[in-house]
């Protein structure tokens, strides 16, 4: 998928984007191999809240569903995870 950059919250941020993932036992690193892993044709929009989301496996071959924000800031495309787990 094409972006310029992934945006995590900072320790103290609230919402915290890291700590939510990190809810349901994923890492920061997984969530980038998917992200980096699925091309652009694989964006679909999640059923519960409409937002841009993808399916795909990390590094490890573990399966995720990753639910996203996509913004532009200064030309850049950056990316916002917003939650991130298991997809069976």
Not at 42 to 58: L, Y
């Given at each position: 998928m094409h972006f310029d950059y992934i945006e995590w919250d900072e320790p103290?941020?609230?919402?915290?984007?890291?700590?939510?993932?990190a809810e349901h036992g994923v890492a920061q690193e997984?969530?980038?191999?998917?992200l980096a892993s699925v091309p652009d044709s694989r964006v679909i929009r999640s059923r519960?809240?409409?937002r841009p989301s993808v399916i795909g496996e990390t590094a490890e071959g573990r399966t995720l569903f990753v639910a996203f924000?996509?913004?532009?800031d200064g030309?850049?495309?950056?990316?916002?995870?917003i939650t991130a787990y298991d997809h069976e």
């Amino acid at each position: 998928m094409h972006f310029d950059y992934i945006e995590w919250d900072e320790p103290g941020d609230v919402p915290n984007n890291v700590d939510h993932i990190a809810e349901h036992g994923v890492a920061q690193e997984e969530v980038e191999d998917v992200l980096a892993s699925v091309p652009d044709s694989r964006v679909i929009r999640s059923r519960s809240s409409g937002r841009p989301s993808v399916i795909g496996e990390t590094a490890e071959g573990r399966t995720l569903f990753v639910a996203f924000e996509r913004r532009e800031d200064g030309g850049f495309v950056v990316i916002y995870p917003i939650t991130a787990y298991d997809h069976e």
